[in-house]
């Protein structure tokens, strides 16, 4: 049997397309009558905290989010192995959004913004890509497709990852030691790591000062994956003060992003409310699906976290 537990989602909607996909399988929601030793598979988006009481027979813990942070802190959380998201389609949305901010970086949209309110016509021309270095932290699923969709723009490519990549046309750095020269060759910086011990924070006031400053206006910061990344004093100070010229920011310390956050008025600063890829209903229907056949045919899960890892 499999339990939706999906929060602020339409879980009525997947739970319909699960069926259909899923033929006789039994799926269940929350509020309907089922024995919970009978559950094998529970489907989660943000879990409340009696969301896996009495699921004695679990098999496995299918996460509609490509991030498993939050769900790794769950306070009850069972021991069985948690499979994440991972699609094409969710990658193609958010090398979109990737795509579209460096892009926009890169043409040195800020500035030609104030040009135009202030009704002045002053010729600066945009180096070409390949002398704009974008500097991708994390080159994982999402972080190696961005790449591939940036290379052809003719951009400057360098990664950051825990482990080496050998990547055509993406210079690899790997580990803390190579943190630094990473920064200092980067002109526009995409996040694109999973949130951890190890990575929370990692968008602060020191990270901002060792980026190249050779984009005019400053380093740009680009933070589609968490925002336990970011410190969100520190990208203020540093927009206000010039140590970056322009930060786009997907996700927040806080979500919604409060109304009173000094964040909202600061020009040079492109919010978007958690939107950068969204996970798709029917292919997601389809890779769970498909997850849940292969293992009852007890051929073995795929995209399992690493819990010692954190993602
Ligand atoms: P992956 O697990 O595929 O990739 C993670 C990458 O980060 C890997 O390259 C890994 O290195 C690297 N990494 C992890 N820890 C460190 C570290 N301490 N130092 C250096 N590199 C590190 O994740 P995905 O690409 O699938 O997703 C990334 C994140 O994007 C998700 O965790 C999620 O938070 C966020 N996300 C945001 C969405 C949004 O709408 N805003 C939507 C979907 C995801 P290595 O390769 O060596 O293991
Ligand atoms: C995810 C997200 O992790 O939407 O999939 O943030």
Not at 46 to 62: C, E, M, Q, R, V
Request: with cysteine; proline share 5%; aromatic share 8%.
């Amino acid at each position: 049997m499999l339990l939706m537990h999906l929060s602020d989602v339409d879980e009525a909607s997947w739970t319909a397309k699960l069926r259909a996909a899923l033929g006789g399988y039994r799926v269940v929601q929350r509020g309907e009558a089922f024995n919970p030793d009978d559950v094998r598979y529970i489907f989660v988006w943000k879990p409340k905290a009696d969301a896996f009481d009495g699921l004695t027979g679990l098999k496995a813990i299918l996460s509609l989010g490509a991030g498993v942070d939050a769900l790794l802190k769950h306070p009850a959380l069972p021991d069985a192995p948690i499979v994440r998201f991972v699609d094409t389609d969710l990658s193609q949305r958010m090398s979109d959004y990737v795509v579209a901010h460096v892009t926009m970086h890169h043409r040195l949209y800020t500035r030609f913004r104030a040009d135009q309110k202030a009704r002045r016509w002053t010729q600066l021309y945009p180096p070409a890509a390949s002398e704009t270095t974008v500097g991708i932290m994390g080159m994982g699923v999402l972080g190696q497709d961005a790449a591939r969709r940036l290379l052809p723009l003719g951009f400057a490519l360098r990664s950051w990852s825990r482990t080496p990549k050998a990547i055509e046309g993406v210079e690899g750095f790997a580990g803390a030691e190579a943190f630094d020269s990473f920064l200092a060759g980067t002109d526009i910086l995409v996040n694109l790591l999973p949130l951890t011990p190890e990575t929370t924070g990692i968008l602060n006031t020191e990270t901002f000062g060792k980026l190249r400053r050779k984009l005019d206006g400053g380093p740009v910061i680009i933070n589609a994956a968490r925002g336990g990344h970011q410190r969100e004093t520190n990208i203020a100070s540093a927009l206000n003060d010039g140590t970056l010229g322009a930060a786009s920011l997907d996700v927040f310390e806080t979500e919604p992003l409060p109304v009173n956050s000094p964040l909202w008025d600061i020009e040079n600063c492109y919010i978007t409310p958690h939107i950068a890829a969204i996970s798709n209903e029917s292919t997601g229907v389809r890779y769970f699906s498909q997850i849940i056949r292969d293992h009852e045919a007890g051929r073995p899960l795929i995209n399992v976290v690493d819990r010692t890892r954190g993602y």
